[in-house]
């Protein structure tokens, strides 16, 4: 005879249970009232919810444009397997899961909503489910549960368990133990709170501290784009009636501006408690980073409510002070490079700023966007947060320090967005990353290099007479392209212009038989789609950039047996582009600048100009019949991709191994 099946949680189940849940009566009535006391009113999923997608692999591991490729699964789908079957045989961890995720992505709302499936009862008959928000009475409401053997246990919130700060091991021993008696039992955490993982024998997470104990640990996937799209939808729903209203023009107005805003959230818009404040983020209309700035602030004014109930009569900081102190906390660990700050640590910053220990006094965990470690180390909720205050600090002129800032590329568009970039290249670390906006949409990455002085030429005497006499040139600061212009960048110039190109190659690869003239034209046409002044760069810009730093004949030293790593030339290219990219990348973080394909320059050649060459910005002789090239190609031996080999052909010739890369003329602002 077959079992029985058994059915514990499904999304169809949702649409009746809102309707069940108001016919409550009698004990049920009454545990409906406990968990809206000790977790949230079931109301406010009504209509809301959305079934979220679990996955083996934590999610922060995860490249962001490769959060889809992760293996998901439907989450109730996944749960009612693990609820399914009977008791273990033995006592080894494989009945108890952990669910991880970072702040906001909805642990307790799927550990509500399974539990709220139970108190309508949809679940099967003789099966029990108890849920509690993990504190210190948890281990005696849990001993005092009756027919554990037919009960599923939900643990919530272990990173908001007073008992797990700083004894993590300890408690998940103590709650493991606790719960080995019952049919399953699900735990949730903040992944950033929990013990580190390692690989069991099939490549699953598996905690390492918990010797004995082989429990599964699942991570809650950030929605996809279709679940925003859904969760929107339902956010602000267009009704039959609207129409009759002459609302409906409205409604959809609102869904654009947020699909709008939700773009410049990237992979924060995926998450479900963000999503909650849409409609106050637009009835605010916020706008680019605005919306980071509003959901800050509220989150201090919700702080800065529950100090001054709990201090009455006491002198408590307003939110612009807490603003500052929060803002102290993210420059030290950025400054640290750490995403984490000790206790130790915070007290030398209180000392400095008073207003910085009101912070141990907030309410951390939930919709915190500070939250404690295991080890009571503080943490933002998700990094984004961390740079929008940096971001912030910079725009403001309120960073403790002057040394300038390690910049992400978050941090560097939250500050384009704001006041634009090039005002506040002062106080940022470079070589970075311009944000997408500067390339048009097109995809091309330009790296931002502040000036400076050099030794341009054969520093190691061994090339021809023309890189020579060896002499000291000073830059202002530019950007120049992360890779060579490949043909997918390049024919998109072609469509819109009508302009013929049938090099050999395309998609990812760069470019090829493109005159100079071409590649100038190409120039002109991308500054007018972005309003940037696009060029090519000249030849002592191009030398500087390659060296990154560097006086050795290529970026990374004098061992021509590293070359291969760095570039593709004669001896390893097959006698074909590659992908851009491929190859390391030199010290400032540009690709492809030895081989590959020889660079068009924007300077006039004149095998005599080294030794007249002006020492500040050199932009060429005044004329000539050749134009620079630079970097060696694919068919090239070592010597002519070293740094300082020069070549040149006449502006409008091409070739199967020449194509070109993009500089940026800077605005004349301070600090360039």
């Given at each position: 005879?077959a079992?029985e099946v058994?059915?514990f949680v499904k999304p169809?189940?949702?649409?009746?249970?809102?309707?069940r849940l108001?016919?409550?009566t009698g004990?049920r009535?009454q545990?409906l009232?406990?968990?809206?006391?000790?977790?949230?009113d079931?109301?406010?999923?009504?209509?809301l919810y959305?079934e979220?997608?679990l996955?083996?692999r934590n999610?922060a591991d995860?490249?962001?444009?490769?959060?889809?490729?992760a293996a998901r699964?439907?989450?109730?789908?996944r749960?009612?397997?693990?609820?399914?079957?009977g008791?273990?045989?033995e006592?080894d961890?494989?009945?108890q899961m952990?669910?991880l995720?970072?702040a906001?992505?909805?642990?307790?709302?799927?550990l509500l909503?399974i539990?709220?499936?139970h108190?309508?009862?949809?679940?099967p008959?003789g099966?029990?489910?108890?849920l509690?928000?993990l504190g210190?009475d948890?281990?005696?409401?849990?001993?005092?549960?009756?027919?554990?053997?037919g009960?599923?246990?939900?643990?919530?919130a272990?990173?908001e368990?007073?008992?797990?700060?700083k004894r993590i091991?300890?408690?998940?021993l103590?709650?493991l133990?606790?719960?080995?008696?019952?049919?399953r039992?699900?735990i949730?955490?903040?992944t950033?709170?929990?013990p580190?993982m390692?690989?069991?024998r099939?490549?699953?997470p598996?905690?390492?501290?918990?010797?004995?104990?082989?429990?599964p640990?699942l991570?809650?996937s950030p929605f996809?784009?279709?679940?925003?799209?859904?969760f929107?939808?339902r956010?602000?729903p267009?009704?039959?009636?609207?129409r009759?209203?002459?609302?409906?023009g409205?409604?959809?107005?609102?869904?654009?501006?947020?699909?709008c805003?939700?773009?410049?959230?990237q992979?924060?818009?995926?998450r479900?408690?963000l999503?909650?404040?849409?409609d106050k983020l637009?009835?605010k209309?916020?706008?680019?980073?605005?919306?980071?700035?509003?959901t800050?602030?509220e989150?201090l004014?919700?702080?800065?409510?529950k100090?001054r109930?709990q201090h009455?009569?006491e002198q408590?900081?307003e939110?612009?002070?807490?603003?500052l102190a929060?803002?102290?906390i993210a420059?030290?660990m950025?400054?640290?490079?750490?995403?984490v700050l000790?206790e130790?640590?915070?007290k030398q910053l209180?000392r400095a700023?008073a207003?910085?220990?009101?912070?141990e006094?907030?309410e951390?965990?939930?919709?915190?966007?500070?939250?404690?470690n295991?080890?009571?180390?503080?943490?933002f909720s998700?990094?984004?947060?961390?740079?929008?205050?940096?971001a912030w600090?910079?725009?403001q002129?309120q960073?403790a320090?002057?040394?300038p800032?390690?910049?992400?590329?978050?941090?560097v568009?939250?500050v384009d967005?704001?006041d634009?970039i090039?005002?506040h290249v002062?106080?940022?670390?470079?070589?970075?990353l311009l944000?997408?906006?500067?390339?048009g949409?097109l995809?091309?990455k330009m790296?931002?290099?502040?000036?400076?002085?050099?030794?341009?030429g054969?520093?190691?005497?061994?090339g021809s007479d023309?890189a020579r006499?060896?002499?000291?040139?000073?830059l202002?600061?530019?950007?120049?392209?992360r890779y060579?212009?490949t043909f997918?960048e390049?024919?998109v110039?072609?469509e819109?212009?009508?302009?013929e190109?049938?090099g050999?190659?395309?998609g990812q690869?760069?470019v090829i038989?493109v005159?100079?003239?071409?590649?100038?034209?190409?120039?002109?046409?991308?500054?007018?789609?972005?309003?940037?002044t696009?060029?090519?760069?000249?030849e002592?810009?191009w030398?500087?950039a390659?060296?990154?730093?560097?006086?050795s004949a290529?970026c990374?030293?004098?061992?021509?047996?590293q070359?291969?790593d760095?570039?593709?030339?004669?001896?390893?290219?097959?006698?074909?582009?590659?992908?851009?990219g491929?190859k390391?990348?030199?010290a400032?973080g540009?690709?492809?600048?030895?081989g590959?394909v020889?660079?068009w320059?924007?300077?006039?050649y004149n095998?005599g100009?080294?030794?007249v060459s002006?020492k500040?910005?050199?932009?060429g002789?005044?004329?000539?019949?050749?134009r620079?090239f630079r970097?060696g190609?694919?068919?090239d031996?070592?010597?002519?991709?070293r740094?300082?080999?020069r070549y040149w052909?006449?502006?409008d010739n091409?070739s199967?191994d020449l194509?070109?890369?993009?500089a940026l003329s800077?605005p004349?602002v301070r600090?360039?």
């Amino acid at each position: 005879m077959a079992l029985e099946v058994l059915s514990f949680v499904k999304p169809a189940w949702i649409k009746d249970l809102w309707k069940r849940l108001t016919q409550l009566t009698g004990e049920r009535k009454q545990e409906l009232d406990r968990l809206r006391d000790e977790f949230v009113d079931p109301e406010t999923l009504r209509g809301l919810y959305i079934e979220p997608f679990l996955q083996d692999r934590n999610p922060a591991d995860v490249q962001q444009d490769d959060l889809l490729s992760a293996a998901r699964q439907p989450a109730f789908e996944r749960i009612n397997e693990f609820f399914q079957g009977g008791l273990p045989l033995e006592k080894d961890g494989r009945h108890q899961m952990f669910i991880l995720s970072d702040a906001g992505m909805g642990k307790t709302s799927l550990l509500l909503m399974i539990k709220l499936m139970h108190l309508t009862s949809f679940w099967p008959k003789g099966h029990g489910c108890a849920l509690f928000k993990l504190g210190k009475d948890t281990l005696e409401r849990v001993q005092a549960l009756p027919n554990k053997g037919g009960t599923v246990l939900l643990l919530d919130a272990l990173d908001e368990d007073p008992q797990a700060w700083k004894r993590i091991r300890d408690r998940l021993l103590e709650l493991l133990r606790a719960s080995e008696d019952f049919r399953r039992v699900l735990i949730s955490s903040r992944t950033q709170f929990f013990p580190e993982m390692e690989p069991d024998r099939f490549g699953r997470p598996e905690i390492r501290v918990l010797s004995g104990y082989h429990c599964p640990v699942l991570y809650l996937s950030p929605f996809t784009d279709a679940q925003v799209q859904d969760f929107i939808e339902r956010k602000l729903p267009l009704h039959w009636h609207h129409r009759l209203c002459f609302q409906a023009g409205k409604i959809r107005d609102e869904r654009a501006k947020a699909d709008c805003l939700l773009k410049h959230m990237q992979d924060l818009r995926m998450r479900p408690m963000l999503l909650q404040h849409i409609d106050k983020l637009l009835a605010k209309d916020c706008r680019r980073q605005d919306w980071n700035t509003y959901t800050v602030e509220e989150w201090l004014d919700r702080e800065v409510r529950k100090l001054r109930e709990q201090h009455q009569g006491e002198q408590v900081p307003e939110r612009k002070e807490l603003f500052l102190a929060c803002l102290r906390i993210a420059e030290r660990m950025q400054r640290q490079g750490t995403r984490v700050l000790s206790e130790d640590e915070l007290k030398q910053l209180i000392r400095a700023d008073a207003n910085i220990a009101w912070l141990e006094q907030f309410e951390l965990g939930g919709r915190s966007l500070l939250n404690r470690n295991s080890d009571r180390a503080f943490r933002f909720s998700h990094y984004t947060v961390q740079e929008f205050l940096l971001a912030w600090g910079i725009v403001q002129k309120q960073l403790a320090e002057q040394t300038p800032l390690r910049a992400t590329d978050q941090l560097v568009r939250f500050v384009d967005l704001a006041d634009g970039i090039f005002r506040h290249v002062d106080q940022i670390a470079l070589p970075c990353l311009l944000p997408e906006s500067f390339g048009g949409g097109l995809g091309i990455k330009m790296m931002l290099i502040r000036g400076g002085r050099f030794r341009m030429g054969d520093i190691q005497g061994n090339g021809s007479d023309d890189a020579r006499p060896v002499h000291e040139v000073e830059l202002d600061s530019f950007a120049i392209g992360r890779y060579p212009v490949t043909f997918a960048e390049y024919d998109v110039f072609c469509e819109a212009t009508g302009k013929e190109n049938r090099g050999w190659g395309r998609g990812q690869r760069s470019v090829i038989n493109v005159s100079w003239d071409d590649a100038v034209a190409y120039c002109q046409w991308l500054s007018q789609e972005t309003g940037h002044t696009y060029r090519l760069p000249t030849e002592a810009e191009w030398e500087y950039a390659c060296r990154a730093g560097s006086e050795s004949a290529w970026c990374f030293g004098d061992d021509e047996a590293q070359l291969q790593d760095y570039a593709w030339y004669g001896k390893n290219s097959g006698n074909t582009t590659h992908p851009v990219g491929e190859k390391k990348a030199n010290a400032w973080g540009l690709h492809d600048m030895h081989g590959n394909v020889w660079e068009w320059c924007a300077d006039w050649y004149n095998s005599g100009y080294y030794a007249v060459s002006p020492k500040g910005n050199p932009i060429g002789p005044e004329k000539g019949s050749s134009r620079v090239f630079r970097g060696g190609s694919w068919g090239d031996s070592p010597l002519f991709v070293r740094a300082a080999f020069r070549y040149w052909y006449s502006p409008d010739n091409r070739s199967d191994d020449l194509g070109f890369r993009l500089a940026l003329s800077l605005p004349p602002v301070r600090g360039l």
